[in-house]
C-alpha cells in the first residue's frame, strides 16, 4: 500500500472529497490540505435545535469536518425523545438537551468543539447569530423558522445593481419532518427563496368549528377539543390549561370520555387526548436521520462547494413506497424579508413628516396615506385614530433620530398606490441611506458596551 | 465560501488583537450597528400586523385600544356598539391575540363581556367561522371585526354555542329579545347573570 | 418507572402496539458495521427491533475515527463489531446486541446455513460477488434481504424478497369507500327517511353530504334512465342541481356535497391494480397457498358473487357536516353492510381452507376482518434475484434510462457502482483508492464501464465524463453523512419490511417498501429509483 499515510488519517474518506479536484465541483472549489484545515479553523456552524434533526446534525457536521459548532435549544430532554434522540439515555430526562447532545459528540469525537445554548432563540442577541458562518435549522414549528429566517435575512445588504453582498449572505440549511416524510432545503438569502418567499409550502393547520364542539360533535377529536377547548374554561375559570401538566390532561381525557358516551362516539383514549391537544407530530429515527444527513451534506457543500448544492428544495416521502424530489423554488422579488427593496437616501435632517411626503413624491413608490415602522417600531400610523394620535408626535422629528441614529437601515412603509387607476394597499421595504454619515465613525461609544 | 468565512474570522482576529486581547465583539460598521440598540429583526408577521391594522376601515360604532402601547399591535381590544338590532345599545369588548405566524394563522379572539348570545358563551368563546376552519391568510383583522359585528346584528340559532340563548332565540324571538335586554341592562336570564353593558 | 410504551410514543402513533410488536420479535443480522451498517441499525435499536447481531472481521483503523460515530479512539486496533455493539446497546438495553467478529465474505462462503436464523440480514458494502452469493442463500432459505452501499456522494439500497404483500398499505390519498355511485338496498332505504325540502333551517344544514348525493343521484338516474352523471356538461349540471337545493349561504353541507360530487360519477368496481391482484397465477388454491393468496381466492369469489363487483365494504366513514344522532346512525349503516360483507368473505375462506385440506379455523377471524376493511388497498411487491437483475435487467427501461435527462445520472450511478465492483476484481483496487493511480484509473474505469454496458446490451452507449471522473475521485470513501443518509433509507425500509415479517399476523402488514434500486445522487440530490 503505497499511500499508507493517507490511509491512515483520521480524515480518510472525507479526504477523498477535500483534496481531490473534481469536475461536478463549485466555481470556487481549491482543493487541498488548506481547505481541510480551514474548514476546522475558520468554518462556525450554529445548530438550531437539539431535538430529532439537531442530535443528528451536530454527530453528522462533526464527522463531516466542522469542528466549530454551537446549538441552541430551549427544552429538556423528556421520555419520549429517546425513539430517536440518540444523544440522550434514560438517566439524562430532565436535563437541557442542547448541553448533553454537546457533551456526547464531544466525548466520541475528539478534536470538536461545540457550545451549547440552553434558552430560547429569541433571548439571543441578533447579533450572536451573524457571528455564524452557517446556520442548520432543525426545528419542528413555522414560528421558529420564521424568527431564524427573519434574523439571517436581516442581515443581507445588496449593493447598487440590487445584488445581495455575498459577505452578507447568511446561508441556512432547513430540515423538518413528519412520520414517514420530510423536507430539505438550502436557503441563501438574496440568491434562492427564503423561508417567507415560501411560506404557504405549510398547509395550514385544521381547527374545528367551535359550534360543532359544542353542538354536533361526531369524532373522538370533537370531543377532546370540546373539553380542551370549551369545558375547561367553564369549569376552571381562570386557571390556564396547562398541556404539560399529567393532571390537566387526565382531566381533559376523562370530560373527553364522558362526553364521547353521552354522544355514542367511539376511539377516545389518553393517548389520542395527547395527540390531539398538543398536536402531537409523529416522529421516527430513520426519517430524522435521512434529512440531517442530507442538510448536513449540504451544509459541507456550501462551505466548501465540493460538489454541486441542492437547488433548493428536497422532499423525501417513504410513506408509500419511496419518493424523493428536488424542486427549484423561485424567489419573491418583493418578499419584505429577504428583497432588496427600494433604495432611499436621505439628508439626515428630514423629519418623518417630510420622509413620508417625499414617499408620496417618489417615481417608484409614489404611495399616500403612509404608515412607517422600524424593527418593530411604529414611527407613524395613519389608522385607527387611537395609533395616530400615540404617533404624531413623531412626525417633526427627524427619521435619523427616529432610527436610532444609524447610517442606514431598513424601514416598512404601507400606504395606498395607484396601479391601472385603482388604488391599491402596498406594504413596501425601504432600505434608507443618510447621506453624509459613516457607520464606522461611531465605534467609540458601542465599544465599551 | 470557505475563503469568506476565513476572511471575516481574520478581520474578528485582528479585531480581538487590536483591542488588547479582550474579546469583543466585531467591529465592523454592520456589527456595531447591531450592537447599539437591542434590535429585533424586522418580522415579517409584524409588518403583516401593521399593515393590516392601518388600513382599518371599522364600523362606525367600534373603537380600538393598544393596552401595551403603540408598539405592540400583537395584542389589543375592540369594542363594538352595535347601531341595530337586537344588541343595540351594548358595548361588547373583544380581546385579540395575534399569533407570529399571523396570518398563517387566525387571530385569538375573546368575548370580553358576559353576554346572552346564541354563537358566544359564557366564558367569551365566539363561534365565528372565519375565526377556525374558514380562516385564510387572505383575510385581516378588518373581516374578522366586521365577522363580529355581523354578530350582533344577526345573532344566529344554526350554529350555537349558548345553547339556551339559541333555543330561545329560534322558539320565542320575543322573549329572546328581553332576554337580551334584562342581560344588557344587568340582570338574570336563568339562574346567570350578566353584568350591565349598556 | 419509563414504561417502554412512553419511550416509544412517537412511533406507536405511526405503527400501533401491533406494528411495534412485530418490531419486537425480529432478528437483524447486519453485515459490516462501518458507517452505512452502524447507521442502519442505529435508527432499528432506537425504534426497538428485538435483535441484532453485528458481523464484521475488520479491526478500528483511525481513519474509521473520522466517519463512524460508533467507534472511539480507545477502541483502535480492537474489534469494531464488537465496539459498534456495545455502542448500539447502550442506545436501547431492551434489544439484545450480539456481534461476530468474522469477514461477511467468508462466512458467506463457508456457512451459508447461517442466516437462515434471522428475520432480516442487512448487508452494508459488498461487493457484486458477494450479493449474489448472499442474495441465493437468503432467498432460498426465505429471509428479506437489505443491500445498502454508500460509495463517495452516491449510493444504492435495494430489497431482496421473493414477495411482500402488503395489507394495510394506508395509501395517503385513497379515496373513501361510500358507494355514492352504487349505493346498497339499506343505504337507500336510509336516504329516503330524508327530506331535502325541510323547512326547518337547522335540519336542512345538518344533513349528511352522503345522503344529500345519494338522493340525488337517485333523482338524476330516475331522469336519465338509471345512468349517472358522465360527461362534463351532466357533472356541471348535477352540481348546479344540487347548488340550488341550498336554502342558505352558508350551509356547509351542500358545500361537502358539491365538493364530493366526483364520488358519484366515479366509475364502479375494483381497480385495475386490484384486478390485477386476482387474476394472478398465486392465486389458485391448494394447501401451499399462503393465507394471504387464500384471503385473495375468497375475495375473487365475493367480488364476482355476492358482492356483485365490489369489494366488502371499509365501512368507516369520514367526518362531514351532520347532526351528532344521524352521523352516528349514518355510521352504523355502513358498518351493518361491512359486517354482512365480513361474514360472507369469512364463510368463503372457511369452506376454501377445508377443500384445500387445512383447519378451517386456521385463519383467524381478525385478520380477515382487516383483510376485508382493506380489500380495496391490497398491494403485492416482487422482487427480481439480484443475479437475474444483474446479468439481464430489463433492457427496454435501461436504454430508456440512459437517455431520459432525469435518470441519466442516476442509472450512471447503477452503472458506474457496478463497474467499480468489475474495477476491483481485476485491478485489486477501487478506481482512486490511491491517489498515485488517478490518471490511469480513469480511463480505466471508463472502459470497464463501457464493457459493462455492452454485456448488458447496450452497445455504443456512453456514460457522462464528469460523472466517471467523480466515482474515481470517490475513491471508495464511505463520508459519514453519506452513509447517514443511505443507512437511514435503509433502516426505514427494514422498518415497513419487519411490519410484514414480524408475526405470521397479517394484520400488522402495513406501508408499502420501495420497490426496485434505490440510487442515490449526493451531487445535487436527484436520486432515483431504478426497476432493472
Known amino acids: 500500500m503505497a499511500d499508507a499515510s493517507v490511509q491512515s488519517s483520521r480524515s480518510r474518506d472525507l479526504d477523498k472529497l477535500l483534496l481531490r479536484p473534481g469536475n461536478l465541483v463549485g466555481p470556487r472549489f481549491e482543493p487541498g490540505p488548506e481547505m481541510r484545515d480551514d474548514l476546522q479553523t475558520y468554518a462556525r456552524v450554529l445548530v438550531v435545535g437539539a431535538g430529532g434533526l439537531g442530535c443528528e446534525l451536530l454527530k453528522d457536521l462533526a464527522l463531516s469536518g466542522f469542528r466549530n459548532l454551537e446549538v441552541i435549544d430551549m427544552d429538556r430532554i423528556e421520555v419520549t425523545n429517546l425513539n430517536r434522540q440518540f444523544l440522550f439515555r434514560l438517566e439524562d430526562v430532565g436535563k437541557p438537551k442542547a448541553e448533553v447532545a454537546s457533551k456526547r459528540v464531544m466525548e466520541r469525537i475528539s478534536g470538536v468543539n461545540i457550545v451549547p445554548h440552553f434558552c430560547r432563540i429569541e433571548d439571543k442577541d441578533i447579533s450572536f447569530y451573524n457571528d455564524f458562518n452557517i446556520i442548520a435549522l432543525g426545528l419542528d414549528s413555522i414560528e421558529a423558522r420564521s424568527y431564524i429566517n427573519s434574523v439571517a435575512c436581516s442581515f ?294 | 465560501m470557505i475563503k469568506l468565512f476565513k ?147 344577526e345573532p344566529n340559532y344554526e350554529d350555537p354555542l349558548n345553547h339556551d340563548a339559541a333555543a330561545v332565540l329560534r322558539e320565542n324571538p320575543k322573549m329572546f329579545e328581553s332576554n337580551v335586554r334584562r342581560a344588557m341592562a344587568g340582570g338574570y336570564v336563568g339562574q346567570t347573570f350578566f353584568p350591565r353593558c349598556m | 418507572m419509563a414504561e417502554p410504551k412512553v419511550k416509544y410514543d412517537r412511533q406507536l402513533r405511526i405503527w400501533g402496539e401491533q406494528g411495534q410488536t412485530a418490531l419486537e420479535k425480529s432478528s437483524i443480522c447486519l453485515l459490516n458495521c462501518g458507517p452505512t451498517g452502524s447507521e442502519t441499525l442505529k435508527n432499528l435499536v432506537l425504534g426497538g427491533v428485538g435483535s441484532i447481531t453485528v458481523v464484521d472481521g475488520s479491526k478500528i483503523e483511525e481513519g474509521d475515527l473520522g466517519n463512524n460515530f460508533m467507534v472511539d479512539e480507545s477502541s483502535i486496533g480492537q474489534s469494531k463489531a464488537k465496539c459498534v455493539c456495545a455502542f448500539l446497546q447502550e442506545l436501547n438495553d431492551a434489544v439484545k446486541a450480539k456481534f461476530i467478529e468474522e469477514y461477511p465474505e467468508e462466512l458467506i462462503e463457508t456457512n451459508p446455513s447461517f442466516f437462515s436464523q434471522f428475520t432480516l440480514v442487512v448487508a452494508t458494502q459488498l461487493v457484486e460477488d458477494s450479493m449474489i452469493k448472499l442474495d441465493r442463500i437468503c432467498r432460498e432459505a426465505n429471509v428479506m434481504l437489505i443491500l445498502a452501499r454508500s460509495y463517495g456522494l452516491t449510493g444504492f439500497v435495494r430489497i431482496s424478497l421473493k414477495e411482500h404483500a402488503v395489507i394495510e398499505s394506508k395509501p395517503e390519498h385513497f379515496l373513501d369507500d361510500l358507494r355514492l355511485n352504487n349505493p346498497w338496498p339499506e343505504l337507500k332505504s336510509f336516504a329516503e327517511g330524508f327530506d331535502l325540502n325541510v323547512q326547518d333551517p337547522v335540519v336542512h344544514k345538518h344533513i349528511p353530504y352522503v345522503i344529500i348525493l345519494v338522493k340525488m343521484a337517485d333523482e338524476w338516474a330516475k331522469s336519465h334512465g338509471g345512468a349517472l352523471p358522465s360527461t362534463r356538461e351532466e357533472k356541471k349540471e348535477f352540481k348546479e342541481l344540487i347548488k340550488a ?209 455492452s454485456d448488458l ?43 410484514y415479517l414480524g408475526s405470521s399476523q397479517l394484520i400488522t402488514r402495513q406501508f408499502v417498501p420501495m420497490s426496485g434500486t434505490f440510487i442515490f445522487n449526493g451531487i445535487d440530490h436527484k436520486s432515483q429509483l431504478l426497476s432493472l
Open chain 1, 156 to 449: 443581507l445588504e445588496y449593493d447598487s445593481d440590487n445584488n445581495p453582498r455575498e459577505e452578507t449572505i447568511k446561508p441556512m440549511v432547513d430540515g423538518g419532518t413528519e412520520g414517514f416524510k420530510g423536507h430539505a432545503r438550502v436557503i441563501m438569502p438574496g440568491i434562492t427563496p427564503c423561508f417567507e418567499c415560501t411560506i404557504w409550502l405549510f398547509p395550514p393547520q385544521v381547527k374545528f368549528p367551535l359550534c360543532t364542539l359544542a353542538e354536533t360533535p361526531r369524532t373522538a377529536a370533537h370531543c377532546i377539543e370540546y373539553a380542551h377547548l370549551i369545558k375547561w374554561n367553564e369549569v376552571h375559570g381562570g386557571v390556564a390549561f396547562d398541556p404539560d401538566n399529567p393532571q390537566h390532561m387526565k382531566w381533559v381525557y376523562d370530560e373527553a370520555v364522558k362526553r364521547a358516551e353521552l354522544f355514542g362516539i367511539p376511539g377516545v383514549t389518553y393517548s389520542l387526548t395527547q395527540g390531539v391537544v398538543k398536536n402531537i407530530i409523529p416522529a421516527i429515527a430513520s426519517t430524522n436521520a435521512i434529512i440531517s444527513a442530507a442538510c448536513a451534506l449540504e451544509t459541507l457543500k456550501i462551505a466548501t462547494e465540493c460538489s454541486k448544492t441542492l437547488s433548493n428544495y428536497l422532499t423525501y416521502n417513504g410513506a408509500e413506497g419511496l419518493h424523493t424530489k428536488v424542486t427549484e423554488f423561485e424567489r419573491d422579488k418583493d418578499c419584505l424579508v429577504c428583497g432588496p427593496g427600494v433604495l432611499i437616501e436621505v439628508d439626515p435632517s428630514v423629519t418623518l413628516q417630510k420622509f413620508i411626503d417625499l414617499l408620496e413624491e417618489h417615481p417608484k413608490l409614489r404611495l399616500s396615506r403612509v404608515s412607517v415602522t422600524h424593527r418593530g417600531k411604529n414611527l407613524y400610523m395613519q389608522a385607527p385614530p387611537v395609533l395616530e394620535e400615540m404617533t404624531r408626535s413623531n412626525l417633526s422629528l427627524t427619521l435619523f433620530e427616529l432610527m436610532g441614529k444609524l447610517s442606514k437601515d431598513v424601514v416598512n412603509v404601507n400606504g395606498t398606490t395607484t396601479k391601472n387607476d385603482q388604488k391599491i394597499s402596498c406594504l413596501r421595504k425601504l432600505s434608507v441611506v443618510f447621506k453624509g454619515i459613516d457607520g464606522v465613525t461611531d465605534m467609540d461609544t458601542a465599544g465599551g458596551a
Open chain 2, 7 to 153: 476572511v471575516k474570522e481574520k478581520q474578528r482576529e485582528l479585531a480581538e488583537n487590536a483591542s488588547g486581547g479582550a474579546p469583543v465583539k466585531k467591529q465592523t460598521a454592520g456589527e456595531l450597528r447591531l450592537h447599539k440598540v437591542n434590535f429585533k429583526p424586522p418580522l415579517d408577521f409584524l409588518l403583516d400586523m401593521t399593515r393590516d391594522i392601518s388600513e382599518l376601515n371599522l364600523p362606525k360604532s367600534c373603537t380600538m385600544q393598544f393596552p401595551n402601547g403603540k408598539d405592540d399591535l400583537m395584542n389589543f381590544e375592540v369594542s363594538i356598539r352595535p347601531d341595530e338590532g337586537y344588541y343595540l345599545g351594548g358595548t361588547f369588548l373583544f380581546s385579540f391575540q395575534v399569533s407570529p405566524i399571523y396570518p398563517h394563522e387566525a387571530p385569538k379572539v375573546k368575548c370580553k363581556t358576559k353576554v346572552y348570545h346564541p354563537n358566544i358563551d359564557l366564558e367569551g368563546n365566539v363561534c365565528l367561522n372565519i375565526l377556525r376552519e374558514d380562516w385564510k391568510p387572505v383575510l385581516n383583522i378588518n373581516t374578522v371585526i366586521y365577522g363580529l359585528y355581523h354578530l350582533f346584528t
Open chain 3, 245 to 453: 337545493r341550498m336554502v342558505g349561504q352558508d350551509e356547509d353541507n351542500y358545500k361537502e356535497a358539491i365538493e364530493a360530487s366526483f364520488k358519484v360519477f366515479a366509475p364502479k368496481g375494483i381497480s385495475s391494480d386490484l384486478q390485477q391482484i386476482i387474476n394472478d397465477n398465486c392465486i389458485e388454491a391448494d394447501s401451499n397457498s399462503s393465507d394471504f393468496w387464500l384471503l385473495v381466492a375468497a375475495l375473487k369469489e365475493f367480488i364476482a358473487h355476492e358482492g356483485g363487483g365490489e369489494t366488502p365494504l371499509e365501512g368507516s366513514i369520514p367526518d362531514m357536516t351532520s347532526s351528532t344522532e344521524q352521523y352516528v346512525n349514518l355510521q352504523n349503516i355502513y358498518q351493518a353492510k361491512a359486517e354482512a360483507d365480513f361474514v360472507a368473505i369469512e364463510r368463503l375462506v372457511r369452506s376454501l381452507l377445508k377443500k384445500v385440506g387445512r383447519d378451517s379455523n386456521s385463519i383467524p377471524k381478525t385478520m380477515i376482518k382487516s383483510f376485508c376493511k382493506n380489500a380495496r388497498k391490497l398491494k403485492v411487491c416482487r422482487y427480481r434475484l439480484i443475479e437475474d437483475e444483474f446479468n439481464s435487467p430489463n433492457l427496454p427501461e435501461l436504454q430508456k434510462y440512459l437517455t431520459d435527462e432525469d435518470y441519466s445520472t442516476a442509472v450512471g450511478i447503477y452503472i458506474l457502482l457496478r463497474a467499480v465492483d468489475r474495477f476491483a476484481a481485476n485491478y485489486n483496487s477501487f478506481p482512486g483508492q490511491f491517489d498515485s493511480a488517478m490518471d490511469e484509473d480513469v480511463p480505466r474505469l471508463k472502459s470497464t464501464a463501457v464493457g459493462l454496458l
Open chain 3, 457 to 499: 446490451g447496450c452497445n455504443g452507449a456512453t456514460l457522462a465524463e464528469d460523472l466517471i471522473n467523480e466515482m474515481c475521485r470517490f475513491g471508495a470513501a464511505e463520508l459519514h453523512a453519506v452513509a447517514a443518509l443511505v443507512g437511514g433509507i435503509a433502516s426505514q425500509e427494514i422498518i415497513k419490511k419487519l411490519h
